[in-house]
């Protein structure tokens, strides 16, 4: 049934359902990771913006951290360079983090602020290195097979400190931060950092009420492709183990993991492709995609 036939009297209990999660999460913050595989499609950006534009209107504190994995791999190809992943982490040399820098910091960013304030919110675009409040130093990985030797995959930043001061201030005015996953060294250089790390030690350190990761998948999707609603740490040893949980899904569950372990209250990945998915998850009883619980 479309949402047009729904009789008014439905069309009410929706809306009268939300009141208890409006009154539980007024003055909270909720960090958004806005996942560059679901920024796909024209009309979900416009439903994303504007359910971003209604948490915030509704006394929410919503902060946006994104993405843009595909729309980088769409520009290194125009310059004749290939995408290269270690365990989710793009391989990044000077030339690569150029080209992060520029689609993530410049086109990604801007493309989002300016959508949400043209459904009437007052969003700020910001990298790390804007108040120098992302901090990182080089990554080293551990080798899967090997945890002993460390792989250096060139300008990957891992997280010392973020300062929460400039959010802080942003969302206590009418403004709605917006954030791509770029941090600064000691020395002033850039790194890239995955998006959903970002989001994760930006939710623990705002102490946010929720993490809510967007992408595109139900969920988490166990071997045989089935969503599971929720997911406790050692599920996610099995399933990583197992090789069930791979890619891009690696980082994404671990920062969720370990922003659940942190105090963030409840840390969910749900399906961006799904219209409204933000507003049901928040402000409905239904639940929608992975709940990652700590234990
Ligand atoms: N067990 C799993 N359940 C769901 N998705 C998985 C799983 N293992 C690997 N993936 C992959 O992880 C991808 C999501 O991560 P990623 O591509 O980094 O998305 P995003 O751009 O939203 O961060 C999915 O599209 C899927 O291909
Ligand atoms: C180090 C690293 O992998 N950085 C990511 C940053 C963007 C990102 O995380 O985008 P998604 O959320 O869309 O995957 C990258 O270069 O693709």
Partial sequence: ????KL????????????LPYIKRFHGRTIVIKYGGNAMTDEHLKHCFARDVVLLKLVGMNPVVVHGGGPQIDEMLKRVGKKGEFIQGMRITDPETMAVVEMVLGGQVNKEIVNLINQHGGKAVGLTGKDGGFIR??????????????LIDIGQVGDITAIDPSLIALLDSGAFIPVIAPIGVGAEGETYNINADVVAGKIA???????????????GVLDENNQLLT????????AMVASGT?????LPKIGSALDAARKGVKSVHIIDGRVEHALLLEILT???????????
């Fill in 245 to 249: 949980l791979s890619g891009g899904m």
């Fill in 136 to 149: 990182a130093q080089k990554l080293l990985m551990p080798n899967k097979d090997r945890p002993a030797e």
């Fill in 285 to 295: 009883d239904a639940g929608v995609g992975t709940l990652i619980k700590n234990q």
């Fill in 204 to 218: 623990e350190v705002l102490k946010a009420e929720k993490l809510i990761l967007l992408t595109n998948t139900p």
């Fill in 1 to 4: 049934m479309t949402r047009e």
């Fill in 230 to 237: 929720g997911i406790t740490p050692r599920d996610i040893d």
């Fill in 7 to 18: 009789p008014p009297s439905v069309k009410a209990d929706i809306l009268a359902e939300a």
